[in-house]
């Protein structure tokens, strides 16, 4: 049961460089996010999609790029990573007629020199 | 949007000794509330939810949390901690139709021996 899987596990960038944050389901999920965690402010929606060609911004899309060309796939990109996006980085996936459990994947944490 | 305030950001406890976890939302129309989990290194994983009906939800690991729609509350307990349930809790509110689910700043859980 591979689930949510996320890669990288970690991931160190300069200032200015770009790199995707990969996210794959196989559970048939329409819904799939991104989050961003960081100490003391618990878990914000970067972004998210609710199918195929379908994408939207979440509570803090700055500097995050997304697309959903498939139902099992939805990388998160840097297209020129700062200091400030140095975190740990969530992809989760949920059932679109169930506005409920979300599945997460194991995290990606990302540094920025 | 709707939000989520967990007033404790750290709480020790005794093995064996009862637990409370406090969770405060703001949302204007009918909460759907959860408490996820996350062990050090780990993607969180559902504990319970609420969506309808009984105020008293049971969850996974002997945890429960009560409904208060007067208080706005939804807090966890658990009667006795196991040194196991050292983790990182997090409550979530989210609503039908609603694609934001929303986390609180989450509420570390040490457990002395």
């Known amino acids: 049961n591979a689930g949510v899987t996320q890669t990288p596990k970690f991931q160190v960038l300069k200032t200015g460089q770009s790199m995707t944050l990969q996210c794959a389901q196989d559970?048939?999920?329409?819904?799939m996010s991104w989050y961003r965690q960081d100490p003391g402010m618990g878990l914000r929606l970067i972004h998210y999609?609710?199918?195929?060609?379908?994408?939207d911004q979440g509570e803090v899309p700055n500097g995050y790029n997304v697309s959903r060309s498939t139902t099992e796939d939805f990388p998160l990109r840097l297209l020129s990573a700062a200091p400030s996006q140095t975190s740990v980085y969530f992809c989760?996936?949920?059932?679109?007629?169930?506005?409920?459990?979300?599945?997460f994947g194991e995290g990606s944490r990302l540094t920025v020199l | 949007a709707q939000s989520v305030t967990q007033p404790d950001i750290h709480i020790t406890v005794s093995e064996g000794a009862s637990l409370e976890l406090r969770c405060n939302y703001s949302?204007?129309?009918?909460?759907?509330l959860f408490w996820y989990v996350q062990s050090p290194g780990q993607g969180l994983q559902l504990l319970l939810k609420?969506?309808?009906?009984?105020?008293l939800v049971q969850g996974i690991k002997g945890f429960e949390a009560e409904f208060k729609r007067s208080q706005s509350s939804f807090n966890l307990r658990k009667p006795s901690v196991h040194w196991s349930d050292a983790a990182e809790y997090f409550c979530?509110?989210?609503?039908?139709?609603?694609?934001?689910?929303?986390f609180g700043a989450g509420t570390r859980l040490t457990v002395k021996p």
């Open positions: 989760a996936s949920r059932l679109i007629l169930n506005t409920g459990e979300l599945f």
């Open positions: 559970m048939n999920h329409e819904y």
């Open positions: 999609s609710v199918g195929a060609g379908i994408t």
């Open positions: 949302y204007g129309a009918t909460p759907y």
């Open positions: 609420y969506f309808s009906g009984d105020t």
């Open positions: 979530a509110v989210g609503a039908a139709g609603n694609n934001d689910m929303r």
